[in-house]
């Protein structure tokens, strides 16, 4: 267990909707990354956030968007969803090491 | 751009064996990275490599980076079954931008 959470685990949901993913990090650190994995792109840098501020963007698209809270937790939205955004979306959670989540499985039908 | 390229992206084991997986990238990074996942589940971090002649060993695996030659090897020492996964190299630049290598499924064999 790496201490990093994820909701929900799986998500099933149609084309045109908007879902929102949660992450949170283990406990003190600082730093949120959102990832992308799917069997055609491989995993994939969508953004990081470091004590709420946005730090580095990665290959996010503009439908996509995230936001780090005060308390440290993480949200990634998804919107205008396309059958090409299913994928394996993790989060990761960062103190010299990376520590990644359970991941969201994303359907979009 | 910033390029990571694995190889290979296969590698089938005997079971005592030694290989090596390379990972090469294109620019000048800060940190390099190298995570194991199993199937249906998530990554696991293995090695974080910083500098220059860096080298790391935890049991059969042994990583090292090169940052002249801009390569880091995952050197895997008498493989077992364990072992099988996929690996992944990642190298993340100083404005915190990462990228991955496409990853390297091992099977080890009996």
């Known amino acids: 267990d790496s201490g990093v959470t994820q909701t929900p685990k799986h998500l099933i949901t149609a084309t045109g909707q908007r879902v929102t993913l949660r992450c949170s990090p283990r406990?003190?650190?600082?730093?949120v990354y959102w990832y992308q994995q799917s069997l055609d792109q491989g995993l994939q840098f969508l953004i990081q956030?470091?004590?709420?501020?946005?730090?580095a963007k990665g290959n996010i698209l503009e439908r996509f968007s995230a936001q780090q809270f005060p308390d440290l937790h993480s949200e990634l939205n998804l919107s205008s969803l396309e059958l090409g955004d299913s994928a394996l979306y993790f989060c990761?959670?960062?103190?010299?090491?990376?520590?990644f989540g359970p991941g969201t499985r994303l359907t979009v039908l | 751009e910033l390029k990571v390229e694995q190889n290979p992206l296969f590698l089938s084991m005997q079971e005592g064996k030694n290989y090596t997986i390379y990972c090469n990238y294109s620019?000048?990074?800060?940190?390099l990275y190298w995570y194991r996942q199993d199937p249906g589940k998530s990554l696991e971090s293995l090695f974080v490599?910083?500098?220059?002649?860096a080298v790391k060993q935890e049991g059969r695996l042994m990583a090292s980076l090169d940052t002249k030659a801009r390569l880091s090897t995952l050197h895997i020492t008498a493989a077992v079954h364990d072992l099988s996964a996929t690996y992944f190299c990642?190298?993340?630049?100083?404005?915190?931008?990462?990228?991955f290598g496409a990853g390297t499924r091992l099977t080890v064999k009996p």
């Open positions: 620019t000048t990074s800060d940190r």
């Open positions: 406990s003190g650190d600082l730093s």
């Open positions: 990761a959670s960062s103190g010299g090491a990376q520590y």
């Open positions: 990642a190298v993340e630049r100083y404005n915190n931008d990462m990228r």
């Open positions: 490599l910083l500098s220059n002649g």
């Open positions: 956030y470091y004590n709420g501020e946005e730090r």
